[in-house]
């Protein structure tokens, strides 16, 4: 069975994920690093300490949002 969601703004499923999921686990779906995003859940920022929770439904909303480093510095 596949859990389907809705992935900044699109609608994605995961075949590898079942109801109810963690955020841990499809952020490792999507082959994030977790020190380097953020995630809205429903429309609330998820505090990394509890990612680790299965909290995550069928037709769920997820944001995530992926820093990224790089640039130069004007001397």
């Known amino acids: 069975m596949s859990?389907?969601?809705?992935?900044?703004?699109?609608?994605?499923?995961?075949d590898?994920?079942?109801?109810p999921a963690s955020l841990d686990q499809?952020?490792?779906q999507l082959g994030l690093k977790a020190d380097r995003?953020?995630?809205?859940?429903?429309?609330?920022?998820s505090p990394r300490t509890t990612w680790s929770e299965p909290s995550i439904a069928a037709g769920d909303r997820i944001e995530v949002v992926h820093f990224v480093g790089?640039?130069?510095?004007e001397n």
């Open 3 to 14: 859990l389907s969601l809705i992935l900044n703004g699109q609608p994605r499923s995961f």
């Open 16 to 19: 590898s994920l079942n109801e």
């Open 26 to 28: 499809l952020i490792g």
């Open 37 to 45: 995003v953020a995630v809205e859940h429903n429309g609330e920022i």
């Open 70 to 73: 790089g640039g130069a510095r």
